[in-house]
């Protein structure tokens, strides 16, 4: 079992940063894949980035060359720094941890970011 915790949502104005942190429980953080999703009002969750046990990285086309994703695995916490945001980065930001090429994993509560115009 992983427990989650994701921190560092709040309000910005367009053009601002943010950087989202997601603490994992338990000691199997380094052989985990960890992904950030996120979900605005009345639209479907979508994924935004993942970084892998290798240290490889993936981003969604809306958020590249704006989102990094990171990881501490002597903290146990993966990180998400947002810059140049966009009223349409608003959503919730949930972290996930997964094994490799494995489906479902476990989720944190999420974190809201705001972007304001």
């Known amino acids: 079992q992983v427990q989650l915790v994701e921190s560092g949502g709040g309000l910005v104005q367009a053009g601002g940063s943010l950087r989202l942190s997601c603490a994992a429980s338990?000691?199997?953080?380094?052989?985990?894949?960890m992904h950030w999703f996120r979900q605005a009002p009345g639209k479907e969750r979508e994924f935004v980035a993942s970084i892998y046990v290798s240290g490889g990285t993936y981003y969604a086309d809306s958020v590249k060359g704006r989102f990094t994703i990171s990881r501490d695995n002597a903290k146990n916490t993966v990180y998400l720094q947002m810059n140049s945001l966009k009223p349409e980065d608003t959503a919730v930001y949930y972290c996930n941890a997964r094994r490799p090429r494995t489906p479902g994993g476990f989720w944190g509560q999420g974190t809201q970011v705001t972007v304001s115009s």
């Open positions: 338990g000691r199997t953080f380094d052989i985990l894949d």
